[in-house]
């Protein structure tokens, strides 16, 4: 089975605070994804990666930044945490043809 | 209009009864489909991908019809368990790595 690991499932951080969100596959998978998903929008795509220090922006990239130094982990990264960022980020990596597998999902809560 | 339409529901069935749902796209030269499932507060799982030919999966029937440029999704025999929300997903054009996704069909399945 495809397993998708993200770090933290419930994060409360303040205004202004630098916010890291880990995800690990342990497919050998070489896409992966950072989506964030909120009530009435649906899935939104903020970055993808499809091969170690690549990455590519998705629809609503502005406030975030990715790391991907390695095949199997993909970080997303908050450089100053705002409130319209409170969010469940769910991560993925996905098969050649394109199936999705997502991490848990890590809600966010900005105050 | 949006890229991937669904209709939100809910669509609220008997057991045994069965339903089916419709998503429509909007770019006529999407390539790959899929229908996931998500339950609430959980992250979405990939329930089927769609083929051109159509593909069924146990009590699950997927349908590609690209003259109209929608899929479908039938599910028969209900069960309790199948109450979440379905998922649309196509990719666009100019990147098979991008996947959008349709907010959901919700599905209540009553005893």
């Known amino acids: 089975d495809v397993k998708v690991t993200q770090s933290s499932r419930y994060l409360v951080k303040r205004t202004g605070e630098k916010v890291f969100l880990e995800c690990v596959q342990d497919?050998?998978?070489?896409?992966m994804f950072w989506y964030r998903q909120d009530p009435g929008l649906g899935l939104r795509l903020i970055y993808f990666?499809?091969?170690?220090?690549?990455?590519e922006k998705g629809d609503i990239p502005e406030g975030y930044s990715v790391s991907r130094e390695k095949k199997e982990r993909f970080s997303l990264i908050l450089e100053s945490a705002s409130t319209n960022q409170t969010s469940m980020y769910l991560c993925?990596?996905?098969?050649?043809?394109?199936?999705?597998?997502f991490g848990e999902g890590s809600r966010l809560t900005v105050l | 209009r949006k890229e991937v339409e669904q209709d939100p529901g809910p669509f609220n069935v008997p057991e045994g009864a069965t339903v089916a749902f419709n998503c429509t796209y909007s770019?006529?030269?999407?390539?790959?489909f899929f229908w996931y499932r998500q339950d609430c507060r959980k992250e979405p799982k990939l329930l089927m991908s769609?083929?051109?030919s159509g593909n069924e999966d146990g009590r699950f029937t997927a349908q590609l019809n690209r003259a109209s440029q929608y899929i479908s999704l039938l599910i028969r025999d209900s069960k309790l368990s199948d109450s979440a929300t379905y998922l649309c997903?196509?990719?666009?054009?100019?990147?098979?790595?991008?996947?959008?996704f349709g907010s959901g069909t919700r599905l209540l399945v009553r005893p």
């Open positions: 993925a990596s996905s098969t050649p043809t394109g199936e999705l597998f």
């Open positions: 497919m050998d998978h070489e896409n």
């Open positions: 990666s499809y091969d170690v220090k690549m990455k």
């Open positions: 770019n006529s030269a999407s390539q790959s």
């Open positions: 769609v083929y051109s």
């Open positions: 997903v196509v990719n666009r054009m100019d990147s098979s790595y991008k996947l959008i």
